[in-house]
């Protein structure tokens, strides 16, 4: 039975705390998160000052059949920028909206490594010979090595104006001539380098001074854990080739699961999404991030297809897109300006590309989408958020009289509350709704001064009873769209009598 307002000792007062822009907390006990993180925040996009429902998807390119899209990437000669797919056997040019046209066919595997390098697009898949594209012509490169199965090249990355190549299964690389397009390949052995085995699962560039140069560190990846860095200009020249050292990590989730952020590497390891900076600097794996409790519950799904890292850098967006025991995609992601991170879901996308910077990805029904627009495909969103449970700083019990969310809207809303106590989230859904009309606003429910008419925020207060000692609010809503939160108030008696 909750106790009325008279068993209070002190009047009611307003606590307010900031919507949850310090992201999806995984890490961390209920009891221990900062107040601006959530337990639960799906389809929100952390920014500063407030939480806003991520962007949805559209149709871009079709007529790729109806199976899996398996490659989104972009092809860039000078001025000259295409996007290109990978399905149903074929490499598409899915540039233009509508149907795509294919510039190859007949390829057993979809799963294309890609690379830009001299005025081309290099692909490798580790099943079928290597092609090279230079907007024009798709060719089978014609590269030789003593040893080498062309075809067996899975990973291709570009190094002090060279190509790098591995083969899947090797604990070894290969490497071509300066700016050398076809040729041959000369062999590299990790095996005798590493002392934990494993085989060479992604290549990247590790920078100390945020551009290309002399202080360009190549980076290894190994399936055990190990990275493996080595700094100079020739593989085939000892003086020119020297390794800087051997470090542990995380084992890693897949060969597109590493990806370059300003100077950095990230890579999406089964313990936690770690930066190699970190570890370059210090020998060691820094703190683990508040999604590390997610990121290993996701891992059971280790060796399915899925797994990937991408930049979006005009949101200063890391996406982590990985497979679901469900055998849907879902997505951790990461604001590079505060660090922030939370879950996307309800997005069929089994790879994604960035394309003239804007983000794109291929689904399971042979369509490219882009990521843009309030709606997914004309369906609603679907937002879910829970905040940290909060104390107000105080220990003492409390009686909730009130409470209200602040959301930046951009018309009529329906959407749900529920509160919890002390841990114990409530689930009686208490529904709400903002209502727009066009006639004059009432500004005792709206604060207008800082808003135009068309984003307005509603600040309505709303009768809610409940007691403890810590809170929580979770919010819903299912619309298309631009939705902000931005706090949330309470009206509390703090200090209840026993």
């Known amino acids: 039975m909750y106790r009325t307002p008279a068993m209070a000792r002190n009047r009611a007062i307003k606590q307010s705390v900031p919507a949850p822009v310090g992201g999806w907390n995984t890490r961390d006990a209920l009891d221990a998160m900062p107040s601006t993180d959530a337990v639960i925040l799906d389809n929100w996009w952390p920014t500063t000052g407030k939480v806003t429902v991520r962007k949805g998807y559209a149709s871009h390119a079709t007529g790729m059949g109806s199976g899996n899209v398996d490659t989104v990437t972009e092809f860039r000669a000078g001025s000259v920028h295409k996007l290109i797919a990978c399905a149903n056997g074929n490499i598409y040019d899915a540039t233009s909206a509508g149907a795509a046209s294919s510039i190859g066919s007949g390829f057993t595997v979809n799963n294309w490594q890609t690379v830009n390098f001299n005025a081309r697009i290099f692909f490798v898949n580790g099943t079928d010979a290597p092609q090279d594209w230079d907007g024009t012509t798709l060719t089978a490169t014609a590269w030789s090595g003593t040893g080498l199965t062309i075809a067996n090249l899975i990973g291709v990355?570009?190094?002090?104006?060279?190509?790098?190549?591995?083969?899947?299964?090797?604990?070894?690389?290969?490497?071509?001539?300066?700016?050398?397009?076809?040729?041959?390949?000369?062999?590299?052995?990790?095996?005798?380098?590493?002392?934990f085995g494993g085989n060479l699962v992604a290549m990247g560039t590790w920078t100390l001074d945020g551009g290309d140069g002399v202080d360009d560190y190549a980076v290894f990846l190994m399936s055990s854990g190990e990275v493996i860095v080595y700094q100079g200009d020739d593989p085939g020249v000892a003086a020119d080739w020297a390794l800087v050292g051997v470090y542990r990590i995380g084992v890693p989730l897949d060969i597109r699961g590493l990806v370059k952020v300003g100077r950095d590497l990230i890579v999406m390891t089964k313990d936690d999404y770690v930066s190699l900076s970190d570890v370059l600097s210090t020998s060691q794996v820094g703190e683990p991030s508040k999604l590390s409790g997610a990121i290993r519950d996701a891992s059971d799904q280790i060796g399915t297809f899925g797994w990937q890292a991408v930049l979006h850098r005009s949101e200063n967006m890391i996406l982590f897109n990985y497979p679901t025991s469900a055998g849907a995609y879902e997505q951790h992601v990461v604001n590079?300006?505060?660090?922030?991170?939370?879950?996307?879901?309800?997005?069929?996308?089994?790879?994604?590309?960035?394309?003239?910077?804007?983000?794109?990805?291929?689904?399971?029904?042979?369509?490219?989408?882009?990521?843009?627009?309030?709606?997914?495909?004309?369906?609603?969103?679907?937002?879910?958020?829970?905040?940290?449970?909060?104390?107000?700083?105080?220990?003492?019990?409390?009686?909730?009289?009130?409470?209200?969310?602040?959301?930046?809207?951009?018309?009529?809303?329906?959407?749900?509350?529920?509160?919890?106590?002390?841990?114990?989230?409530?689930?009686?859904?208490?529904?709400?709704?903002?209502?727009?009309?066009?006639?004059?606003?009432?500004?005792?429910?709206?604060?207008?001064?800082?808003?135009?008419?068309?984003?307005?925020?509603?600040?309505?207060?709303?009768?809610?009873?409940?007691?403890?000692?810590?809170?929580?609010?979770?919010?819903?809503?299912?619309?298309?769209?631009?939705?902000?939160?931005?706090?949330?108030?309470?009206?509390?008696?703090?200090?209840?009598?026993?």
């Open 157 to 195: 990355n570009v190094f002090k104006s060279r190509l790098f190549f591995w083969e899947d299964g090797s604990q070894d690389f290969w490497y071509a001539g300066v700016n050398a397009v076809t040729g041959t390949l000369t062999k590299f052995p990790l095996s005798r380098v590493g002392s």
């Open 336 to 498: 590079t300006a505060t660090g922030a991170a939370s879950r996307f879901k309800d997005i069929p996308s089994r790879s994604w590309g960035v394309y003239d910077g804007e983000l794109y990805f291929g689904s399971t029904n042979g369509v490219v989408y882009k990521y843009t627009g309030n709606a997914d495909n004309g369906s609603d969103i679907a937002v879910d958020g829970a905040t940290a449970w909060t104390d107000f700083d105080s220990p003492e019990r409390k009686l909730l009289n009130a409470m209200r969310p602040s959301l930046e809207v951009q018309g009529s809303l329906e959407y749900e509350i529920r509160l919890g106590f002390d841990f114990n989230q409530s689930t009686v859904p208490n529904a709400a709704t903002i209502e727009v009309d066009t006639s004059e606003w009432d500004t005792s429910y709206w604060d207008l001064d800082l808003w135009s008419d068309e984003v307005l925020v509603n600040n309505e207060w709303r009768s809610s009873y409940g007691e403890g000692v810590t809170m929580s609010v979770r919010l819903k809503a299912s619309s298309q769209q631009a939705i902000s939160w931005i706090r949330t108030d309470y009206l509390v008696q703090m200090g209840l009598l026993l």
